[in-house]
């Protein structure tokens, strides 16, 4: 087999892993359903609660009340994409049961198999619940609805900022599933890592609201290239050349992280102990 034939045959192995998952996760309308139904609930439940501090004084706050509405209705929609907590539960079964050991005798590379896996689960939980809630939201009666981005350009750069959000929150969980293997369980991992993660992404509170010094900071972390970026994006809150460096952070962190990813899984890899019997 020629060396071109040997690489196609391997990137044909993952874009399969990535149907599979895809496809399966396309099946569970009724859990999407469900999902639907809470995230309107929890969407109008933070959208009055903003309302009510907006009532007081509109001036006071860093965005308007519109752009605020779009934003959570947008995290409502694509809450699947960008949320640290949507982790796949049957990586970490394999670790913990010792199952890990058909994986490491199979030839192929686990990072990049988990990867796809992730960004394909991600995708089709996304795909199930993110056109109900954006049709129902953009019909919504003012202040309240989801509004049309201001232009074309917003339009491009929300998608390749959202693909490159996608990306970073991958490429963050691959290094909470790694660091499972360096402990007997990964519970107090996730919910310490996923908590953390979701109130620096902005997931809580838009970034925008917090103080400036503390917001500077937290702005160059990887955790803002989530869901703050294309969000912010798509309401006019980051518009102009601060596009760019903002899109430019993100590729810096998603680099970043799946090197640092690489680095561990090797080591786990070399170091990995199998448990039972």
Not at 203 to 227: D, N, T, V
């Amino acid at each position: 087999m020629m060396p071109e034939d040997k690489h196609i045959s391997k990137i044909a192995k993952y874009i399969s892993f990535f149907r599979i998952r895809f496809i399966s996760g396309l099946q569970y309308r009724a859990a999407a359903l469900g999902g639907v139904v809470t995230q309107f609930a929890w969407g109008f439940m933070s959208i009055l609660m903003f309302r009510a501090f907006y009532s007081e004084n509109t001036d006071a706050f860093p965005m308007t009340f519109q752009a605020v509405a779009s934003y959570i209705w947008l995290q409502q929609a694509f809450l699947s994409l960008f949320m640290p907590w949507v982790l796949e539960n049957d990586i970490f079964k394999t670790i913990t049961d010792g199952s890990i050991a058909y994986e490491l005798c199979r030839p192929i590379n686990i990072y990049n198999m988990w990867f796809v896996k992730n960004v394909a689960s991600r995708l089709s939980k996304a795909l199930l619940r993110s056109v109900p809630i954006l049709l129902v939201a953009a019909f919504l009666r003012a202040p309240y609805e989801l509004r049309p981005p201001a232009s074309l350009h917003a339009v491009l750069w929300f998608l390749i900022t959202a693909f490159l959000g996608l990306m970073v929150v991958v490429a963050f969980c691959m290094i909470i599933y790694i660091l499972a293997f360096f402990t007997l369980s990964p519970l107090g991992l996730r919910i310490l890592m996923t908590g953390l993660v979701e109130f620096l992404a902005g997931a809580i509170i838009p970034l925008p609201f917090l103080p400036e010094g503390i917001r500077i900071i937290i702005e160059l972390l990887p955790f803002a290239s989530i869901q703050n970026v294309p969000l912010r994006i798509y309401t006019g809150d980051i518009s102009g050349v601060e596009i760019y460096a903002r899109a430019g952070l993100q590729l810096f962190w998603f680099i970043l992280l799946v090197f640092s990813g690489k680095l561990l899984i090797r080591k786990a890899e070399r170091k990995v102990v199998v448990q039972g019997g």
